[in-house]
């Protein structure tokens, strides 16, 4: 159960006031307005932050993505209890499971970390390729692996949906592209796939950007979590150097939940590299691409 603080939405009200005056007096700076639209961002993270003090619309994710995982057998959400929720408290049925970066219980139990970390990697792009509704904020906290009636029958379970992004069409063809052109470790399609997406703008000057693509996907291409462990710390800080000055000198703009896909992104590589140091999410992704790719019919 989930009971909201009182005067809550009044203090996420007054930040969310004072955060929009710092974006408007951002706007007017042009080396900022040139390379990202701040009262854009701070419009995001205001819905964002409204959703997660709405339990009734938390509750209808919920719902929602139960909807979306129902016949996958993998994949659980626990029922909303209605009865037992308003806008300021949200119940949900009990959920007893073992957290998910809990690798010694989930070994004890007879559960594959390894396993496990391929499924939430499936059911994270299910999600983004497929139903184009996902779970926003997938760390360790909201994840949990409910035990079966044998050790390979055990399932994802889900909770907190207050954090939740959607894909709409274009940019399900936009991250096709991106992820295709990862996996296919080609520079010049990746920025290509950056422009269609929206992230640079028409001004921007992509030669060098591609430049440093092609260099990164020649020595770091492919490489997963344990194998870049193993650079040298000074080659990719040097590396990382030299993009980053790539990166900051390109007019960037983010589109609408686009935040909140990296953020995703970024949680879920976290968790999957925990349960197993040699998983790579690249090598996850390109299946689900390549079913997006099939589904709109180019070839």
Partial sequence: MKVQRPGIA????VDLAALRRVARMLARIRFISSRVD??????????????????LGEAGNAERFRADFAADERILAPEVVWDR?????????DVTAIKISDVAALQAAGIAPDAVAQELARATFQQIFVAGFFHAD???GNIFVTPGAT????????????????????????LRD???????????????????????????????????????????????????????????????????DTIRSLPFQLPENFLLLIRTISLVSGVTSALNPQFNMWDAVDPFARTVLRGSGVT
């Avoid at 009044?10 to 009200?13: D, K, Q, R, T």
């Avoid at 050790?151 to 936009?174: E, H, N, S």
């Avoid at 990862?182 to 030669?207: H, I």
């Fill in 138 to 140: 997938p760390h360790p």
């Fill in 178 to 244: 991106f992820a295709l052109a990862v996996v296919a470790r080609d520079g010049t399609a990746l920025v290509a796939s950056l422009e269609r997406l929206g992230v640079l703008l028409p001004s921007a000057d992509t030669e060098e950007l591609e430049r440093a693509m092609a260099a990164s996907f020649d020595r770091f291409g492919g490489m997963g979590v344990a194998e870049l462990r193993a650079v040298d710390p000074r080659e990719l800080e040097a590396f990382a150097r030299q993009f980053g």
């Fill in 38 to 55: 701040a009262p854009a961002l701070v419009e995001e993270f205001a819905t964002t932050s409204r959703a997660e003090i709405d339990y």
């Fill in 85 to 93: 929720t308003s806008l300021r408290v949200l119940t949900l049925a």
């Fill in 10 to 13: 009044e203090i996420v009200a």
């Fill in 151 to 174: 050790p390979d029958a055990w399932r994802l379970t889900f909770v907190d949906f207050g954090m939740m992004g959607q894909i709409d069409d274009r940019l399900r063809a936009g």
